[in-house]
């Protein structure tokens, strides 16, 4: 089946770590997104890629590291320098920038200890 | 600016009525306007995508519109059923940007058996 498949579903991190929070697409999308979700608020973009080999910030890239060396993976870093990192992460994709309908994965719940 | 309102925040109604949810936006240069449906602990759904030349959109039960004039779009459910309580949101996509989306903060939807 064509979908966006995000891994893993939990993760628990100790403070100072790095963690990859995985995403891959099987529906042959240019773009792919990372979006942050907290309880209350609405979604956050953390970065995207347009295109193989590119991608641009967002609204809080800050703490936060990607790369885009294939297409159907897009794996967010989110790094000791991400002051409070706990949070439910989302992972998209759409087959163009204007008129494309966006897809999303399950979702990865990261928990700092 | 561009600002994504969705009212109201929550909403409980008896299975089996018909029910309306309203998304509002204040700048009518749009690309389009997309309709999810989140579950609890979930991923976002894809519901309906409205591009900015049409009128409205159908799937299933479902009926989205969209009167850009009025700055408003509105996502009709017929017959509601249990399985329909979820978190809906809509987003669009400005003119202006060629990524980002402009989301509402949602309305929670329990319908009541």
């Known amino acids: 089946d064509g979908g966006i498949t995000q891994s893993p579903k939990y993760l628990f991190r100790k403070e100072g770590q790095n963690v990859t929070l995985s995403c891959e697409q099987n529906l042959n999308h240019d773009a792919m997104y990372w979006y942050r979700q907290d309880p209350g608020q609405g979604l956050r973009l953390i970065y995207y890629?347009?295109?193989?080999?590119?991608?641009q910030k967002g609204d809080i890239a800050e703490g936060y590291s990607v790369s885009r060396e294939k297409k159907e993976s897009f794996p967010l870093t989110v790094t000791s320098a991400q002051k409070n990192p706990t949070a439910f992460y989302l992972c998209?994709?759409?087959?163009?920038?204007?008129?494309?309908?966006?897809?999303f994965g399950e979702g990865s719940r990261l928990t700092v200890l | 600016k561009q600002e994504v309102t969705q009212i109201p925040a929550a909403l409980s109604v008896p299975e089996g009525e018909n029910l309306v949810l309203n998304c509002s936006f204040t700048?009518?240069?749009?690309?389009?306007l997309q309709w999810f449906r989140q579950d609890p602990g979930k991923g976002l759904t894809s519901l309906l995508l409205?591009?900015?030349s049409q009128r409205e959109q159908t799937s299933g039960r479902l009926n989205a519109s969209l009167d850009k004039s009025s700055g408003r779009s509105t996502l009709y459910i017929a017959a509601s059923q249990p399985g329909d309580s979820a978190t809906y949101l809509c987003?669009?996509?400005?003119?202006?940007?060629?990524?980002?989306?402009?989301w509402g903060a949602g309305t929670k939807l329990i319908i009541k058996p």
């Open positions: 987003a669009l996509r400005p003119k202006d940007s060629n990524y980002q989306l402009i």
């Open positions: 700048d009518s240069a749009i690309y389009n």
């Open positions: 998209a994709s759409s087959g163009g920038p204007n008129t494309g309908e966006l897809f």
């Open positions: 890629s347009q295109i193989v080999n590119d991608f």
């Open positions: 409205i591009q900015s």
